[in-house]
């Protein structure tokens, strides 16, 4: 393992004192962010990603989580994912948030992982991660997808393409989906927000960019509108093991509910598509409905609608419906 | 591989209360400096993919993978290794609670191990969450949970393998050592 470690190519490494610093390097040198590193180190040991160049963003002071003036909050890029996940605010106002990104990974990844780093980790589709596989369309373009036709039990059920079956494995992002977050990031020319929903791109024909970034453009904050969803939410995970392991499916829901009837509503899936999978259609179906076993069993149909099962994933699709009843249940009857 | 063909850089810490400037390849991780720079070998390497815990130590007060820590992005940091715990030769609680549950078989993920429980007692005293506090009462959201049950032990640990199962004995160890052993 040790000789495979040094097959890293070397590489020139910059710490970047401010934003304008880092944008400055970024745009000199062309190399990659690097923060947490716990996905693009691991990356670079496997030579999937080699950068000439990585520019340190740890010290930029993007680490804190602030109260914005609309209720909501602002969340440095920088800061980790245990930090997030147990600062009060996320705790009291956004436990749907805390949930997730604690049913994923580790508390030593999520020491590490920042929210900016949790929205660019790359899919562990096992043909990407393996550069002894030649196929894999998002590590080198125009190569095929070893997945489309091999183990791809893992794999996406919406918005793939013949390019690419990868899913994101986030499970944070699920919850910022329902949470309605927007993406603030700077490049050199300014600085522009992305709405979640905007922020992760389905493969089509180009499954090696996976988002709406421009190169060297750096992610600063993910934003929360105010949410009325603190009491009745829940996230559920499911996957091969109990913990630390990648989602199967998973569900985000978020609901008010007034004298037994659904009144608003939100519910994005995971470990589906390359993407988040928010489901309107499920959302219509709730909304104005007692909150029961009945509408939840509806709402799963209707969001499991269009799902296209690849050769070893159908199971997916009866476990996917299972789950959002379930999650549907626990958010509705949260104690 | 030849040293001088690559950038070298040098990197400053505090080791086990011990300061430390050494020069190194930036492709170096934590691990690795440990280990074979610095011949603090307690520290284990396993998957060295951030997959297993062997390798977990303490940076800045947070307990990590050190594998996939690059060395030269903790420039200044504070470390603290399972060879920084005991007190000379009188081992710390946890290491002693180890022993008395048995709490390993070949040892070899141990030093991870406890590296990880001693943090992760430090963790449930100030409030820190795990995905199991969830089952629990809404209210231990805010505060966290006051006691640490056997499946928040085993979620908060979920990050730490042992090929030779010794998790019953791991656990039983960490739950003895409630709740003064995280200092």
């Known amino acids: ?335 | 591989m030849t040293a001088g063909s690559h950038p070298e850089h040098t990197v400053e810490l505090s080791i086990n209360g011990v300061p430390v400037a050494v020069q190194t390849d930036v492709r170096s991780t934590l691990l690795d400096l440990l280990r074979e720079r610095l011949q603090l070998t307690g520290t284990k390497k396993g998957c060295d993919h951030g997959l297993c815990g062997a390798c977990t130590v303490n940076v800045n007060g947070r307990r990590v993978v050190s594998c996939l820590t690059l060395a030269v992005s903790i420039d200044g940091a504070t470390v603290l290794t399972i060879e920084g715990l005991a007190d000379g030769e009188q081992l710390h609680p946890l290491q002693q609670a180890f022993v008395d549950h048995d709490g390993f078989q070949c040892g070899y993920c141990t030093p991870g191990q406890i590296s990880s429980a001693h943090a992760l007692l430090g963790e449930h005293a100030r409030g820190d969450l795990s995905a199991a506090s969830f089952d629990g009462p809404y209210t231990d959201l805010a505060r966290g949970p006051e006691t640490l049950s056997t499946n928040e032990i085993r979620e908060r640990m979920a990050g730490n393998i042992c090929r030779c199962g010794a998790y019953p004995n791991i656990v039983e160890a960490i739950a003895s050592c409630l709740p003064e052993c995280g200092r």
């Not at chain 1, 914005?68 to 605010?89: E, F, P, R, W």
């Not at chain 1, 705790?91 to 997730?100: G, K, M």
């Open chain 1, 1 to 335: 393992m040790l000789a495979r470690v040094w097959q890293m190519k070397a590489f020139d490494f910059h710490r970047a004192h401010d934003v304008d610093d880092a944008l400055a390097v970024a745009g000199t040198t062309g190399g990659s962010y690097y923060a947490g590193g716990t996905n693009l180190l691991d990356l670079m040991k496997l030579g999937v990603t080699q950068p000439s160049s990585l520019i340190d963003i740890g010290r930029l002071g993007l680490d804190e989580i602030t109260a914005t003036d609309s209720g909501g909050v602002l969340i440095g890029s920088g800061v980790t994912n245990s930090a997030i996940a147990n600062h009060h605010l996320i705790r009291t106002r956004y436990p749907v948030l805390s949930h997730a990104i604690l049913s994923g990974a580790t508390t030593q990844l999520r020491n590490m992982a920042t929210a900016g780093g949790n929205l660019m980790q790359r899919t562990r589709c096992p043909y990407f991660m393996d550069v002894t596989f030649r196929a894999c369309n998002k590590r080198r373009p125009g190569s095929g997808c070893a997945a489309l036709d091999g183990f791809n039990r893992e794999h996406a059920l919406f918005g793939a393409s013949r390019s690419c079956v990868a899913v994101h494995p986030s499970d944070m992002a699920v919850a910022l989906a329902i949470l309605d977050a927007v993406v603030h990031v700077q490049s050199r020319e300014g600085a522009r927000s992305i709405a979640l929903s905007e922020f992760f791109q389905l493969p089509q024909d180009h499954p090696e960019q996976d988002n709406a970034l421009s190169p060297g453009e750096l992610i600063v904050g993910v934003e929360l509108p105010p949410s009325e969803y603190a009491f009745h939410s829940w996230y559920l995970k499911v996957r091969d093991r109990h913990s630390y392991a990648f989602a199967l499916v998973s569900v985000a829901v978020g609901m008010t509910i007034d004298d037994g009837i659904v009144t608003s509503a939100a519910l994005a899936l995971g470990g589906v598509a390359a993407r988040p999978w928010r489901s309107p259609d499920a959302e219509a179906v709730l909304v104005g409905n007692v909150a029961d076993i009945t509408t939840f069993g509806r709402a799963a149909e209707v969001a499991m609608n269009g799902a296209s099962p690849l050769s070893q994933n159908q199971f997916k699709v009866d476990l996917a419906k299972h789950s959002i009843v379930r999650t549907l249940h626990m958010a509705a009857t949260r104690r």
